[in-house]
């Protein structure tokens, strides 16, 4: 029975999850939002201490039921390993653990978080490598079955759906999502939660607490006869039927031991005092073992808080005249959207999980390929700009990477200012008037001047009044200059009010 809600809970999780990730019109993230809110490493990089005291008293009280149950990878990798059991039944074994391993990863990962390294903080993160599988594999397929719908349902006179560009948002990004996918769904498949209990360091440090969780499969050894069934489908290879002991720092209470098992040998309950008191070096050498845990676990989340608290194109011609798609310029400076408040502030609390790329509705949100800040959202305006009355990137953000953002502020908020550039200009190159930029410019930031002083008739340029610029990205989206714009947005490292 425990397995059963077990899995209706894991199920109903992963598809809301799953939705976020894929639903271009924004009613999801009005029901499952939260949901993005109370994953781990989000929670703590958002400084929301309830949440991650919640989490941290679940495991304490049930071990690692966040693992089977609220994390999307995990539930992934469960469902891609039931694939694997239906091919060969009984197919896992006990193995000891790659301590090593799991903490020496754990210990880059949050070297990383404290170097402000994020793209390899994010490629370890489970939420993060998620949220781009879903992204960026599912996400086009997503989007053309719905322009299918949409072309039927025209041809039926019904307009219930609406067409959306189908585009892979960064090629590097998309590399990076389809390896990670493969060599989880290959580890899935065969060996089970071998990534959860190897690699993952949310996994780590839940394994830490899970230790000394209140609650826990035991195994009643007058029961059990040896058959070993519990370790053959124990995919976490946690269970030794030989010595009948369990890894609880493995263990992600996923109950397929407890249903497995025909004595009814194993159970779900409480935690009790071993009845054999063990020899006087054996529990010298267990104190010493839980004293080394509990300061390993402590400078963790010291280190961990200490981190946090310093903490494609689209092409527009209105004739039948082939255009040359638009090119990205080469920024000196990024663009983080409004409610990033600065390039750091976005490096030390962004997990890269593609959340705001995928809730973005034009289009302007995508992942850099610069090496330091890899998979983090930047803004780009080729296919569209950044809307003053939007504000769905800082609604969905659950790391608090980009902080909310009400619409009266987004107006006034300065992420990069307008810079002509005089060799692309329309009106001079051409020798027609434009004034693209200027008509459409949502704060009046730029004005047309006669190209001659002299002569008040000559053709007419921008200025640009940095001032007042916000760095929308209007005037690069709408100028009609190609391949690159005559006017294009740079970056600031700290945002500003205007």
Avoid at 214 to 241: E, H, Q, W, Y
Avoid at 284 to 300: E, H, I, Q, Y
Avoid at 407 to 423: C, E, F, P, R, T
Wanted: charged content about 15%; overall charge positive; glycine content about 8%.
């Amino acid at each position: 029975m425990l397995r059963k809600i077990r899995i209706g809970l894991a199920v109903v999780v992963w598809i809301a999850i799953t939705l976020l990730f894929l639903d271009f019109t924004g009613v999801a993230h009005a029901w499952f939002g939260w949901l993005a809110r109370i994953q781990f490493l989000p929670a703590l990089l958002a400084l929301n201490v309830g949440v991650v005291m919640a989490l941290v008293v679940l495991t304490l009280l049930f071990g690692r039921v966040y693992c089977s149950v609220i994390c999307p990878l995990g539930i992934m990798q469960d469902g891609i390993a039931w694939f694997g059991k239906k091919a060969r039944r009984n197919r896992y074994g006990y193995s000891p653990a790659k301590n090593w391993l799991r903490y020496g990863v754990f210990v880059v990962f949050v070297i990383a978080l404290v170097c402000g390294i994020g793209s390899l903080a994010a490629l370890l993160a489970p939420y993060s490598s998620y949220g781009r599988i879903v992204q960026n594999l599912l996400g086009p397929v997503w989007a053309w079955g719905n322009n299918v719908l949409a072309y039927l349902a025209e041809r039926a006179g019904s307009y219930a759906f609406y067409e959306v560009d189908v585009w892979v948002r960064a090629w590097t990004t998309f590399a990076v999502a389809a390896v990670t996918f493969v060599v989880i769904a290959v580890l899935a498949y065969r060996n089970g939660r071998t990534y959860c209990n190897t690699i993952c360091p949310v996994g780590t440090l839940l394994g830490i607490l899970s230790r000394f969780s209140l609650f826990r499969p035991v195994i009643d050894t007058s029961k059990c006869n040896g058959c070993g069934l519990c370790a053959r489908n124990c995919k976490s290879a946690c269970i030794d039927s030989k010595t009948h002991t369990v890894d609880f720092s493995r263990c992600v209470v996923c109950m397929d031991c407890v249903e497995k098992c025909h004595q009814h040998a194993i159970s779900y309950t409480m935690r009790r005092r071993p009845a054999a008191v063990a020899e006087p070096s054996k529990q010298k050498t267990a104190a010493v073992s839980d004293d080394a845990r509990r300061r390993f676990l402590g400078a963790t989340v010291a280190v961990a808080s200490a981190s946090a608290l310093h903490a494609a194109d689209k092409t527009v011609d209105g004739g039948l005249a082939a255009i040359t798609d638009k090119k990205k310029p080469e920024r000196r400076t990024r663009i983080a959207p409004p409610g990033a408040v600065s390039l750091r502030h976005m490096a030390q609390h962004c997990t890269a999980c593609q959340l705001c790329v995928a809730a973005c509705p034009n289009g302007v949100l995508r992942p850099s390929g610069d090496l330091l800040t890899m998979m983090q959202p930047e803004a780009s305006y080729e296919r569209g700009y950044c809307r003053p009355e939007c504000t769905k990137c800082s609604e969905v953000c659950p790391a608090g990477a980009i902080k909310l953002v009400d619409k009266a502020d987004k107006s006034s908020i300065q992420i990069g200012h307008a810079v002509w550039v005089k060799a692309n200009c329309v009106p001079l190159t051409d020798g027609v008037e434009c004034g693209n930029c200027a008509r459409h410019c949502p704060t009046g930031a730029i004005q047309m001047v006669p190209s001659d002083a002299s002569d008040p008739d000559s053709v007419k340029i921008p200025v640009v009044n940095q001032e007042r610029c916000i760095g929308c990205g209007a005037c690069e989206n709408l100028c009609p200059a190609r391949p690159f714009s005559a006017i294009y947005v740079e970056g600031h490292e700290v945002h500003k009010y205007i």
